[in-house]
T-cell receptor, first 113, second 112 residues
Framework: QKEVEQNSGPLSVPEGAIASLNCTYS??????FFWYRQYSGKSPELIMF????GDKEDGRFTAQLNKASQYVSLLIRDSQPSDSATYLC?????????????FGTGTRLTIIP | IAGITQAPTSQILAAGRRMTLRCTQD?????MYWYRQDLGLGLRLIHY???????GKGEVPDGYSVSRANTDDFPLTLASAVPSQTSVYFC???????????FGNGTRLTVT
């Protein structure tokens, strides 16, 4: 089992709808969770991070963390064509720094106008 | 504009040649990292440095070396390039070892 798993997609969502991206992780000791967006040919850029169970909202983006079920998700409301990108989930283990940050392989999201 | 500068943007390199990828940040971040990104494998850590003067090995360090003489610079050297090192290389930094990463624009390296 991979340490961090994401559905590779592609995930196609109509413009204006909610896009839901999911990530599961294997290490129960994980404590820090990050979502990065990567446009084709570009570098990853941080979208959100979450440390505590529950929801964290930032504009159209909501991160949801459930440590008991070992998943973290990213919801994008009112999806726009500019949201079309690959979304990377990254998970860090308790007690370790970024040297143990593990990335998923990413989910490719396409917003259909 | 504050951020991370990587050079070169792209390079074609003959196998066996030595190559240094440059990375400079002006955010005064303590920690810096080198990743490679390959299709289907995601981002994998090559080497890291939690603070100037220290370095550590990541998941895929073989064939690569780094140095961290000061806060701003973190060059990655391929001593003798091999075709399997063909990849996109990203340098990243973070304020401390637990804070989010900021990435440079990447270097696309092709080893022939």
């Amino acid at each position: 089992q991979k340490e961090v798993e994401q559905n590779s997609g592609p995930l196609s969502v109509p413009e204006g709808a909610i896009a839901s991206l999911n990530c599961t992780y294997s290490d129960r000791g994980s404590q820090s969770f990050f979502w990065y967006r990567q446009y084709s040919g570009k570098s990853p850029e941080l979208i959100m991070f979450i440390y505590s169970n529950g929801d964290k909202e930032d504009g159209r983006f909501t991160a949801q963390l459930n440590k008991a079920s070992q998943y973290v998700s990213l919801l994008i409301r009112d999806s726009q064509p500019s949201d079309s990108a690959t979304y990377l989930c990254a998970v860090n283990m308790r007690g370790f720094g970024n040297e143990k940050l593990t990335f998923g392989t990413g989910t490719r999201l396409t917003i259909i106008p | 504009i504050a951020g991370i500068t990587q050079a070169p943007t792209s390079q074609i390199l003959a196998a066996g040649r030595r190559m240094t990828l440059r990375c400079t940040q002006d955010m005064r971040h303590n920690a810096m990292y080198w990743y490679r990104q390959d299709l289907g494998l995601g981002l994998r850590l090559i080497h890291y440095s939690n603070t100037a003067g220290t370095t550590g090995k990541g998941e895929v360090p073989d064939g690569y070396s780094v140095s961290r003489a000061n806060t701003d610079d973190f060059p990655l050297t391929l001593a003798s390039a091999v075709p399997s090192q063909t990849s996109v290389y990203f340098c990243a930094s973070s304020g401390n070892i637990n804070s989010p990463l900021h990435f440079g624009n990447g270097t696309r390296l092709t080893v022939t």
